[in-house]
T-cell receptor, first 112, second 112 residues
Framework: DGGITQSPKYLFRKEGQNVTLSCEQNLNHDAMYWYRQDPGQGLRLIYYSQIVNDFQKGDIAEGYSVSREKKESFPLTVTSAQKNPTAFYLC???????????FGDGTRLSIL | QKEVEQNSGPLSVPEGAIASLNCTYSDRGSQSFFWYRQYSGKSPELIMFIYSNGDKEDGRFTAQLNKASQYVSLLIRDSQPSDSATYLCAVNMGNNFNKFYFGSGTKLNVKP
């Protein structure tokens, strides 16, 4: 079945540590996105990528980094510079402009 | 500042009633509009999308778009307890490639 796979489901970060969240899709979608959701809030865009080897900052990119070396993969690194990383992180993909975005199951990140 | 606004609720309706969820957006040039359902602790799932003024029906769901008034709504007919969730409105605003802006969501409670 086609879909978007995020791993791990739960992740804990220690002080000063970088952690990487995985996002893989087999939908052959060109565009991929990373969102952050805080309790009771909507989704805020961290980074997005329209094509391989290209990505753009979203509204809250500080403290995060991404790469897009393969069409199927768009990993997100939460760096130690992100002082409040506790949130629900969602990866999405779409075929193109004005098309629906489809989401993975999310990764819940907490601080130890 | 591009914004998408929703009443946070909760909106309570009895089983079998019509639930009406509303969303307003700030960018008059927006072209595509999406409704997602999000159960507690889960990722958003696409319910409907609409591009043109008027109504679009899919089963028990109807999306309504009024670009002149800059609002989009979602009607749920014959509401069921399983419809109880948070409904997120997303709008593709501006010239950025498929960049969605999300509202903070309306929580719907359907009472048996």
């Amino acid at each position: 079945d086609g879909g978007i796979t995020q791993s791990p489901k739960y992740l804990f970060r220690k002080e000063g540590q970088n952690v990487t969240l995985s996002c893989e899709q087999n939908l052959n979608h060109d565009a991929m996105y990373w969102y952050r959701q805080d309790p009771g809030q909507g989704l805020r865009l961290i980074y997005y990528s329209q094509i391989v080897n290209d990505f753009q900052k979203g509204d809250i990119a500080e403290g995060y980094s991404v790469s897009r070396e393969k069409k199927e993969s768009f990993p997100l690194t939460v760096t130690s510079a992100q002082k409040n990383p506790t949130a629900f992180y969602l990866c999405a993909s779409s075929t193109g402009r004005n098309q629906p975005q489809h989401f993975g199951d999310g990764t819940r990140l907490s601080i130890l | 500042q591009k914004e998408v606004e929703q009443n946070s609720g909760p909106l309570s309706v009895p089983e079998g009633a019509i639930a009406s969820l509303n969303c307003t957006y700030s960018d008059r040039g927006s072209q595509s509009f999406f409704w997602y359902r999000q159960y507690s602790g889960k990722s958003p799932e696409l319910i409907m999308f609409i591009y043109s003024n008027g109504d679009k029906e899919d089963g028990r769901f109807t999306a309504q778009l009024n670009k002149a008034s800059q609002y989009v709504s979602l009607l749920i007919r014959d509401s069921q307890p399983s419809d109880s969730a948070t409904y997120l409105c997303a709008v593709n605003m501006g010239n950025n490639f498929n960049k969605f802006y999300f509202g903070s969501g309306t929580k719907l409670n359907v009472k048996p």
